[in-house]
Antibody, heavy 123, light 106 residues
């Protein structure tokens, strides 16, 4: 079965960077994309960025373009998402999700989700 | 930017009754809409895509309808496990989610 397993809880200071990993299994990694969605405490879902498992192409929401970097390791079916310049408002649960579009980011639904990674930004 | 508006914010329903959730987009998105369910402390789960296609394993009591700018998620005969927050997501253009509708026990 499809599984997305994310790395564990992170606590960071303002200005730092955080890297969250997402290891996929149970499907052909190169046939899908991976999208990152975050959820601040008590808030809704926010689409952040996407990476193709096929060719590593990426796209990001405008508000994250300057701060997010993603890489895909096809040998281990793992995606890494780095968020730089953390501020308190970045405190959230970060989810990776399988995106059925492997060519263009943001133009498809998300059919399987990781368990989420809590990132807390605090001085 | 396409804005997604869900209503109501909270819906109080008795078990066994029908729930009707609305999602409206600020411009036409065709049928490029998905619905997700999120229970407390859990990750979202895909329910519906292409506005009306149920995802794998989703019970038939969940149905989606609509196109253009107006969409509806209907849950017939609510079960205890259906009380959750529901989000719509458009993927016609740069993706975005609605703010969610919480379905609570009346």
């Amino acid at each position: 079965q499809v599984q997305l397993v994310q790395s564990g809880v992170e606590v960071k200071k303002p200005g730092a960077s955080v890297q969250v990993s997402c290891k996929a299994s149970g499907y052909d990694f190169t046939n899908y994309g991976i999208t990152w969605v975050r959820q601040a405490p008590g808030q809704g879902l926010e689409w952040m960025a996407w990476i193709s498992g096929y060719n590593g192409k990426t796209s990001s929401a405008p508000k994250f373009q300057d701060r997010v970097t993603m890489t895909a390791d096809t040998s281990t079916s793992t995606v890494y998402m780095e968020l730089r310049g953390l501020i308190s408002n970045d405190t959230a649960v970060y989810y990776c999700a399988r995106d059925v579009n492997l060519i263009v980011g943001g133009l498809a639904w998300l059919d399987s989700w990781g368990q989420g990674t809590l990132v807390t930004v605090s001085s | 930017e396409i804005l997604m508006t869900q209503s109501p914010a909270t819906l109080s329903v008795s078990p066994g009754e029908r729930a009707t959730l609305s999602c409206r987009s600020s411009q036409s998105i065709g049928s490029n809409l998905a619905w997700y369910q999120q229970k407390p402390g859990q990750s979202p789960r895909l329910l519906i895509y292409h506005a009306s296609t149920r995802a794998t394993g989703i019970p038939a009591r969940f149905s989606g309808s609509g196109s253009g700018t107006e969409f509806t998620l209907t849950i017939t005969s609510l079960q205890s496990e259906d009380f959750a927050v529901y989000y719509c997501q458009q993927y016609n253009d740069w993706p975005g989610f609605g703010q969610g509708t919480k379905v609570e026990i009346k």
